[in-house]
């Protein structure tokens, strides 16, 4: 299979991106930032974006979605990325809506799709406990309780989870049966007995500490198969990263077109200094490395919308560690070269290099998914 676009797939790039930079600049998240908006991102803009078809990229169109794919929806974050917008995309349109498409029950599905699928229903997954990306490290405990479960325990890093309606929680199930002991539960965040602390991380993104305190939830709040939770887990968050990989190339993307565009307008000496032969081979090394990462993120995607046989997992790892790296150089290159006014607030560059190292660092920073790719192989 090609690694390019077809022509619908670049009329959906040129589409998104042209919509986040009209309706997204940086000074809109500088402005959320700086009056520290207790929500954190645009509803009227999240309600366009639904508009537009990109919040049900991936449900199904019987619940109201566009019915696309991983492709589709690594475009959109693509977008996200070049633009730094501060929308639910990733918690809500990807993980969310990914878990319940595939696991749900019909109930479930028609309750929560379509309203996810038109704007109106936000989702975040309630899934690690400490400071690094361990989902096999679940200690949250789920309880039989009458007809129904008990929850006990906390959550950190639940991307948008103070604006949730609705939190998937991954809990360790003690009688879960044979098919382990990980269950995924559907908890409304105003359930009582949860208590959501909102936390502004460094890029001015959203996240929140989430603590269960005998938290009651009935018998059909749970999702899929009981003790299925962790091979659930494995499928949707290998498609997760996959789409947030696009998200850091479009960092990295949008971080290298600032710097060519200050190399070109820049003067010392008497010269522009992307004259300078030093600067331009930084400056062509850069670029192959985003067109690397962006070639092995999108044969990963295509991978997971083929269903290919001998699965796609190896290749997700490859694919975020990858553009994990990448986009890391590129805000690093970007930094140097714009010399001393890079480390001011003043130019959006410093936003570029907050946000990709925490969306490095979500679902696996580049040494959990190397590592995890080499036990794979058997090393």
Same mark, same amino acid.
């Given at each position: 299979m090609p690694i390019v676009f077809d022509d619908t797939q670049e009329m959906l790039r040129d589409s998104a991106l042209a919509f &986040? =930079? /009209?309706? @997204?600049?940086?000074? @809109? &998240?500088r402005t959320l930032r700086d009056t520290h908006d207790p929500v954190g991102f645009s509803r009227d803009l999240w309600r366009q974006a639904a508009e537009l078809g990109f919040t049900g990229v991936l449900i199904d169109e019987a619940y109201g979605g566009s019915g696309l794919g991983v492709v589709e929806a690594g475009i959109i974050a693509e977008a996200i990325g070049a633009t730094l917008a501060p929308l639910p995309f990733l918690s809500t349109s990807v993980l969310g809506a990914s878990l319940l498409g595939l696991f749900g029950s019909d109930t479930q599905r028609s309750a929560l799709l379509p309203e996810m699928a038109s704007g109106r229903h936000l989702t975040a997954l309630a899934? /690690?406990? !400490?400071? =690094?990306? #361990?989902?096999? #490290? %679940?200690?949250l405990l789920a309880r039989r309780h009458g007809d129904g479960y008990m929850l006990d325990g906390s959550k950190v890093f639940v991307v948008d989870g103070h604006v949730a309606d609705t939190l998937i929680v991954a809990a360790k199930d003690a009688q879960a049966g044979p098919d382990g002991d990980i269950s995924l539960f559907l908890v409304p965040r105003d359930n009582a007995g949860v208590r959501v602390e909102r936390c502004v991380i460094a890029d001015a993104t959203n996240a929140a500490r989430v603590t269960f305190e005998g938290v009651r939830v009935p018998a059909y709040a749970l999702l899929g198969r009981a003790g299925n !939770?962790? @091979?659930m887990l494995d499928k949707v968050l290998d %498609? @997760? #990263?996959a789409v947030l990989s696009s998200e850091l190339v479009g960092i990295a993307d949008a971080t290298f077109a600032r710097t060519l565009a200050y190399l070109k307008e820049r003067s010392q000496f008497g010269k522009q200094i992307g004259e300078f032969q030093a600067l331009q081979h930084r400056a062509a090394h850069l670029f192959a490395e985003i067109e690397l990462a962006r070639a092995a993120v999108l044969q990963c995607q295509q991978r997971l919308d083929a269903g290919r046989s001998d699965g796609p997992e190896p290749l997700v790892c490859v694919a975020k560690a990858k553009a994990g790296t990448t986009a890391t150089l590129a805000v690093q290159e970007g930094v140097q070269m714009h010399g001393g006014i890079g480390m001011t607030d003043e130019l959006d560059i410093g936003f570029y290099m907050k946000r990709a190292r925490t969306a490095q660092e979500w679902l696996g920073d580049a040494n959990w998914q190397l590592n995890r790719w080499a036990g794979m192989r058997g090393y």
């Open positions: &986040l =930079k /009209d309706n @997204a600049p940086i000074s @809109a &998240l899934l /690690d406990e !400490g400071s =690094k990306h #361990r989902p096999e #490290r %679940i200690t !939770g962790a @091979a %498609i @997760a #990263r």
